[in-house]
């Protein structure tokens, strides 16, 4: 009978939300999955929170140009170094309940074409490579804000308010990769990041006026590459700041002005050191929720500060479309739709 009771309730108050909103909700923190590329910058909303149980899969597409390798989150600059990159990632994402708090698990499998031409101990190269980059996990685990959604009710009663979470990011360096070549998809060396996003939700919480501000210092960390075009490639820890102002235009479409500060992450290639970094990107993100289970994002990010021969220039645009999906949320809509 208890049971009985907490399904009537929760299909009272599915009846009371449209479709788009209650599975947009559900997926939104899913949506867009890229913690590497494009000045290793993590899109807007990425930390929202779902309904534990939550899937996604992403398909993502970025083009990138610069004067060091971009799908490289440490960014080793190489003076007049021309480099496009073409890339496609595929991934997967859950959302699960730990502890009465929300564990975020994501992975990601980049894949592509990378060409161009660069300089590394006064070598020069104009090379390519195609294949598959090195694939990235990401662990999070919510710390303050709302505890694991694990019903509609909790779903539909969901606030950011002001959420922090603590993630760790790994690379596998099992990509390919060409000891010859100083352009590659892979990168031969482990590297990932500790971060800890924040969102601070800015006025009501009601589909189509929603606003946050999401700000997530990180620090990557890298070890040796000892076989990089012969000599040992060494990088100091990279230190990192995001920040996205994000804003709904409708129920279904949002947009996002984002920036990215990088700071050290010297690199040296037997003993002979590079500039650290210290660098300022800005840039833009658009959303729009397609149906009930599929979003739809596209985002621009440029380097402001790069007049130096030294400094690192870089661009990117990125295209992503993802599927998303929940059994609970797809049980009530079978249910309203009468199968």
Not at 47 to 72: E, H, T
Not at 121 to 136: E, I, K, L, R
Not at 267 to 288: A, H, I, K, R, W
Request: hydrophobic share 40%; with cysteine; glycine share 10%.
């Amino acid at each position: 009978m208890k049971a009985q009771t907490q399904r009537h309730r929760e299909g009272r108050y599915f009846a009371s939300a449209t479709p788009s909103r209650l599975l947009g909700n559900a997926i939104v923190a899913l949506a867009i999955i890229c913690p590497v590329f494009a000045q290793a910058q993590v899109p807007p909303r990425f930390y929202w929170k779902s309904l534990s149980g939550a899937n996604a899969v992403p398909v993502i597409f970025q083009s990138l140009n610069g004067n060091a390798n971009p799908v490289d989150p440490a960014h080793v600059v190489s003076v007049d170094a021309d480099v496009d990159a073409n890339v496609l990632v595929a991934g997967y994402a859950k959302m699960l309940p730990l502890f009465d708090r929300t564990l975020t698990l994501a992975v990601l499998e980049p894949m592509g074409r990378i060409s161009g031409e660069t300089t590394v101990a006064g070598m020069s190269y104009d090379q390519d490579a195609t294949g598959f980059g090195d694939p990235m996990i990401e662990a999070g685990i919510n710390l303050i804000g709302p505890k694991a959604m694990r019903s509609i009710p909790d779903l539909l009663r969901y606030e950011p308010k002001l959420s922090l979470d603590l993630i760790f990011d790994i690379a596998f360096p099992i990509g390919e990769y060409d000891n010859d070549q100083a352009l590659n998809l892979g990168q031969n060396r482990w590297y990932g990041r500790v971060g800890a996003p924040l969102v601070w939700q800015i006025g009501p919480w009601v589909p189509g006026k929603r606003t946050t501000l999401e700000v997530l210092p990180s620090v990557w960390l890298f070890s040796d590459n000892d076989d990089y075009v012969g000599s040992t490639l060494s990088t100091d820890p990279m230190f990192q700041v995001e920040g996205h102002l994000t804003r709904d235009f409708t129920e279904h479409f949002w947009g996002s002005l984002d920036s990215t500060y990088i700071a050290g992450g010297k690199s040296s290639v037997e003993g002979e050191e590079g500039d650290s970094l210290n660098n300022v990107g800005v840039g833009f993100t658009l959303g729009y929720q397609i149906n009930d289970n599929i979003s739809l994002t596209a985002g621009y990010m440029a380097t402001v500060n790069d007049s130096a021969p030294t400094d690192l220039q870089m661009d990117g645009f990125r295209l992503s479309f993802t599927y998303g999906w929940h059994k609970i949320v797809e049980g009530q809509k079978r249910l309203k739709s009468g199968e």
